[in-house]
């Protein structure tokens, strides 16, 4: 069965680079959230997309912006990176109706920050 | 604020032995709380859910148990088996459906 896909499962920037993640849900889901994980640290939420609309917001920096495409794939943008940016990202989504059943997570993007 | 952790506590358990997750959570409004297990270098990946006016949910080889008085959840996992070995974290369910994840376990099965 179809995945969450994350691109590029590896990244590594450096400080006061740009750096874009991209999500692409499971087929036919409209719901996209994203979250940060930090090393041995819980996800934290940081922003959901639903019908390419912002949908709720969490502790997301403002160096960050995300948007959802017509094709409902999400990008986050990552702005004058930091040391303390390096972490985990994945996303996850879901289709209307099905509330967290079908939250998948993808395998996450993990971003060094040097 | 919202459910944070940044304590990885260890749990290690023998193959074949029952393992006890506990998760302490914040949120009394939470519509469900969750359980997920997280394999190194993968997402999180569902286990099993309870609904809040609920205190047990069985499934196969796991229980969750609710104990809304002291806002306590548990996962209990039966014959634990080395590919039980992960980062457990409870979780919360929000408005919009958003998960708030809290403080993760690490379980290490001992062969």
């Known amino acids: 069965a179809a995945g969450v896909i994350q691109s590029p499962r590896h990244l590594i920037k450096e400080k006061r680079e740009t750096a874009t993640l991209k999500c692409y849900p499971i087929?036919?889901?409209?719901?996209v959230y994203w979250y940060q994980q930090g090393p041995g640290q819980d996800p934290q939420f940081l922003i959901s997309f639903y019908e390419k609309m912002q949908s709720d917001k969490g502790s997301i920096p403002d160096r960050f912006s995300a948007q959802q495409f017509s094709d409902y794939h999400s990008e986050l943008n990552m702005s004058s990176l930091e040391l303390g940016d390096s972490a985990l990202y994945f996303c996850?989504?879901?289709?209307?109706?099905?509330?967290?059943?079908?939250?998948?997570f993808g395998s996450g993007t993990r971003l060094t920050v040097v | 604020g919202e459910s944070v952790g940044l304590h990885l506590p260890t749990l290690s358990v023998q193959e074949g032995d029952n393992s006890i997750i506990n998760c302490a959570y914040s949120n009394s409004a939470s519509d469900y709380f969750i359980w997920y297990k997280q394999e190194s270098g993968k997402g999180p990946q569902f286990i099993i859910d309870?609904?809040?006016?609920?205190d047990k949910r069985q499934g196969q080889r796991v229980t969750v148990l609710l104990n809304k008085t002291v806002k306590h959840l548990s996962l209990q996992i039966a014959a634990t088996q080395p590919g039980d070995s992960a980062v457990y974290f409870c979780a919360e369910k929000t408005s919009y459906d958003k998960v708030i994840f809290g403080p993760g376990t690490s379980l290490s099965v001992i062969p």
């Open positions: 087929p036919r889901h409209d719901t």
């Open positions: 309870i609904r809040s006016n609920m």
């Open positions: 996850a989504s879901s289709a209307t109706g099905t509330g967290y059943y079908g939250y998948t």
